[in-house]
């Protein structure tokens, strides 16, 4: 049980490359999400997806497209690399988006290092 | 606009010493807490979490927090600090589907913990 993958670990682009973070859980999770780590901003969602076939902005998206392959993999594009874009990326998933009856813990991957110059 | 706010941004301890780290949020209605830890060059892992029931909280490697629903606040404590405790903490927040980033996990901002051996 691996938990949440992510690969790669590291990139360097140049900008206007184009490349795909990819994510998968073996947790038979239904909501999986992407986030960007800036220092002194936290974590910043920027694409989720609350079950399999559907995906649905957060709070930073543009720029970014997402993919949700199937209920295990969810991958996060980006089509045209910015230097702002040069951030830590995290996958996570849970068992499903919060309501108010039920708070799921959301589980994160190792991360993914993109420098883009 | 809601938010997670953590007050400190980088605390420096030595050992023994005791932690208080604060985090207040600004939702109001049935919200679910947590802190995570990261240690450096790790990805991020559950520390604590509240759903319902005893407001304190305790979690892995002798950390604990209290839920303060009238201060909106989820204060995270160690009485006694180790090197190892060296990591930047961040609170967290699910917030109800009533608010616009409902649904979804909010961080705070994060705080770097620095402990002198």
């Known amino acids: 049980n691996a938990g949440v993958t992510q690969t790669p670990k590291f990139q360097v682009l140049k900008t206007g490359q184009s490349m795909t973070l990819q994510c998968a859980q073996d947790m038979n999770h239904n909501s999986m999400y992407w986030y960007r780590q800036d220092p002194g901003m936290g974590l910043r969602l920027i694409y989720y997806s609350a079950s399999e076939g559907t995906t649905d902005k957060g709070e930073v998206p543009n720029g970014y497209n997402v993919s949700r392959l199937n209920k295990r993999e969810f991958s996060l594009r980006l089509e045209s690399a910015a230097p702002s874009q040069t951030s830590v990326y995290f996958c996570a998933s849970s068992e499903n988006l919060f309501t108010a009856s039920r708070g799921d813990t959301q589980y994160f991957g190792p991360g993914t290092r993109l420098t883009v110059l | ?117």
């Open chain 2, 1 to 117: 606009a809601q938010s997670v706010s953590q007050h400190n941004h980088h605390v420096i301890l030595s050992e023994a010493a005791s932690l208080e780290l604060g985090c207040n949020y600004s939702y109001g209605g049935t919200v679910n807490l947590f802190w995570y830890v990261q240690y450096p060059g790790q990805h991020l892992q559950l520390l604590l979490k509240y759903f319902s029931g005893d407001p304190l909280v305790k979690g892995i490697k002798g950390f604990e927090a209290e839920f303060i629903k009238s201060k909106f606040s989820f204060n995270l404590r160690k009485p006694s600090v180790q090197w190892s405790d060296t990591a930047e903490y961040f609170c967290a927040v699910n917030a109800p589907k009533i608010y616009n980033q409902g649904g979804k996990l909010i961080f705070g901002q994060g705080t770097e913990l620095s402990v002198k051996p």
